[in-house]
């Protein structure tokens, strides 16, 4: 199976700072990568998907890059409402995969 | 409005076969580019995908757990069953079915997901 690895695992960032997390595959995937948030006890929620695309009715703050095996989530300006665990995932392969998680906290 | 919810026991014994039911509505899964998948998450830790089942009936399976997997759908009743034997301790997570939808017009993402079950594995 493809492996994610994200980094960091976990970030501490203020209010109106830009973030990046980072995923890697260990194969190419073109662009069949999604970001997900998750808060503690509620539902990932697709963010990201096709490597670049923002799913309806997710804040412009959010946007992604990349292909093949190097993908990063950008949040232009952290809002206090961020802080959650973000999750990648590739979906190219028969056996798809999720990252481990990064966890977003807010100084 | 599509929605999906997976129904089946809270609590398994060591070495009992799990299975999960996940009713859908909204959409069918009979339409090209549909896939239904089902992904786990223990207390704490991260997002596993586990199996998915796409329109044409085709079934995928995580490696590391394929031997323990089945997924089929009833297009007939809008359901997607996973069955998973041999329960241990580890299996102990939150269980979700999700969507997705990839084709010339959708991107892929799982953009609807299950509320999720959590089942403990424990004698």
């Known amino acids: 199976d493809i492996q994610m690895t994200q980094s960091p695992s976990t970030l501490s960032a203020s209010v109106g700072d830009r973030v990046t997390i980072t995923c890697r595959a260990s194969?190419?995937?073109?662009?069949?990568l999604a970001w997900y948030q998750q808060k503690p006890g509620k539902v990932p929620k697709l963010l990201i998907y096709?490597?670049?695309y923002l799913q309806s009715g997710v804040p412009p703050r959010f946007s992604g890059s990349g292909s093949d095996t190097d993908f990063t989530l950008t949040i232009s300006s952290l809002q206090p409402d961020d802080a959650a665990t973000y999750y990648c995932?590739?979906?190219?392969?028969?056996?798809?995969?999720f990252g481990q998680g990064t966890k977003l906290e807010i100084k | 409005q599509v929605t999906l919810k997976e129904s089946g026991p809270a609590m398994v014994k060591p070495t009992q076969t799990l299975t999960l039911t996940c009713s859908f509505s909204?959409?069918?899964?009979?339409?090209?580019?549909?896939?239904v998948s089902w992904v786990r998450q223990p207390p704490g830790k991260a997002l596993e995908w586990l199996a998915r089942?796409?329109?044409?009936?085709?079934?995928f399976y995580t490696t590391s757990l394929k031997t323990r997997l089945t997924i089929s759908k009833d297009v007939s009743k809008n359901q997607v069953v996973l069955t998973m034997t041999n329960m241990e301790a580890v299996d102990t997570a939150t269980y979700y079915c999700?969507?997705?939808?990839?084709?010339?017009?959708?991107?892929?993402?799982?953009?609807?997901w299950g509320q999720g079950i959590l089942v403990t594995v424990s004698s």
């Open positions: 999700a969507r997705m939808e990839l084709g010339s017009t959708a991107g892929g993402g799982f953009d609807y």
């Open positions: 909204g959409f069918s899964l009979t339409t090209p580019g549909v896939r």
């Open positions: 089942i796409d329109w044409d009936g085709d079934e």
């Open positions: 194969q190419g995937v073109s662009k069949y």
């Open positions: 096709k490597a670049s």
């Open positions: 995932q590739q979906y190219n392969s028969y056996s798809e995969t």
